[in-house]
Nanobody, 123 residues
C-alpha cells in the first residue's frame, strides 16, 4: 500500500506558475507516477506521467511545453512544475502511482491515488 499526499496548489493569476509535490509514504522507485486533473462537471483527465527512472515522460497536448513532470526517488516524491498557467488549467490535481515501471496515460492503470490539491487560475 502506498499513500500519496499532494501539496502546492493554490490561487494564481494567468501566466503564473505553481509547483505541485506528491509525497509517498514509502519508496516509489519502481513505480511509474502520474498527474491527473478534474475540473468541475468534467471527467478526470490525464496531465502527465513519468517512468520509474524518469527517462520517459508523457504529456497531454493541452499542457505540453508548459508543464514539467519530474521525480526524486530518494525523497519518494514526484513533482509537477506548471508554468504559463491558464484559467482552463483550473482543477483539482491528483497524483497517482502505477506498480508497473513504465509511464502510462491511462487512468485505469494506476493503483494508488492521492486526495488531490486545488489549483485555481484567475484571468
Amino acid at each position: 500500500q502506498v499513500q500519496l499526499v499532494e501539496s502546492g496548489g493554490g490561487l494564481v493569476q494567468a501566466g503564473g506558475s505553481l509547483r505541485l509535490s506528491c509525497a509517498a509514504s514509502r519508496t516509489i522507485s519502481t513505480y511509474a507516477m502520474g498527474w491527473f486533473r478534474q475540473a468541475p462537471g468534467k471527467e478526470r483527465e490525464f496531465v502527465a506521467s513519468i517512468s520509474w527512472n524518469g527517462r520517459i515522460t508523457y504529456y497531454a497536448d493541452s499542457v505540453k511545453g508548459r508543464f514539467t513532470i519530474s521525480r526524486n526517488n530518494v525523497a519518494n516524491t514526484a513533482y509537477l512544475e506548471m508554468d504559463n498557467l491558464k484559467p482552463e488549467d483550473t482543477a483539482v490535481y491528483y497524483c497517482a502511482a502505477d506498480q508497473s515501471w513504465l509511464a502510462t496515460i491511462r487512468l485505469a492503470e494506476y493503483d494508488y491515488w492521492g486526495q488531490g490539491t486545488q489549483v485555481t487560475v484567475s484571468s
